[in-house]
């Protein structure tokens, strides 16, 4: 039976795999089998289907790393984890999805862009500034700025020129875009399982 949690889980994986744009609500019904009345059911328009979707995806994620770092006390291994997670799910989009968002959905495009900065700017950063308090990063280190030159835009240089993915492993990226630039900034006598 087709349902609203159904439905944004098929229409998320063909926005990432196709591009916001692209995938229509056509498309959807027919791979579906059902009428675009029973998206309309749930959905207002393709905008509100699109920004639903950007939450569920969003939830998902968020719950996912939240159970992975309850088992975690090192506040860098959290953040390590997180985004171990996060490249998990960036995996499968595509530079489309991306810029379709920034392009036609202005809303679904403000939760996505919101969320990264809030996961930064206030979980990440937190957990470097605990980091910072129990001597795991030197006190010279301007946090706010590692994490807005480092974790603010991953997308960015991950899609820029070309998919990085098509190109590396998930533990090459993490290991690159993540882990080395904390490391650059942890004390000498700070390790962890992933350093």
């Not at 699109?50 to 790393?65: D, G, K, P, Q, R």
């Not at 390590?80 to 995996?91: A, D, R, S, T």
């Not at 500034?129 to 129990?134: H, V």
Request: glycine content about 4%.
């Amino acid at each position: 039976m087709i349902n609203k949690r159904f439905l944004l889980e098929c229409s998320i994986t063909k926005f990432l795999k196709f591009g916001s744009k692209s995938f229509t609500l056509d498309e959807l019904s027919k791979d579906l089998g059902i009428s675009k009345k029973t998206i309309y059911k749930y959905f207002k328009n393709k905008e509100d289907l699109v920004s639903n979707s950007i939450l569920f995806l969003i939830e998902n994620y968020t719950e996912e790393y939240t159970e992975a770092i309850d088992k975690i006390e090192d506040p860098i291994e959290k953040i390590i984890v997180i985004y171990k997670i996060g490249l998990k799910y960036l995996e499968y989009f595509k530079p489309s999805f991306l810029f379709g968002l920034k392009k036609y959905y202005p809303k679904a495009n403000a939760l996505f862009e919101n969320f990264k900065t809030e996961i930064v700017l206030e979980t990440v950063h937190q957990f470097l500034i605990e980091a910072r308090k129990i001597g795991y990063i030197r006190e010279n280190i301007d946090l706010k700025l590692v994490c807005e030159l480092y974790f603010l835009r991953m997308e960015n240089v991950l899609f820029q020129n070309k998919n990085l993915f098509d190109e590396h492993s998930l533990d090459t990226l993490l290991q690159h875009i993540i882990i080395n630039n904390l490391r650059g900034i942890t004390t000498s006598k700070y390790s962890n399982p992933y350093f």
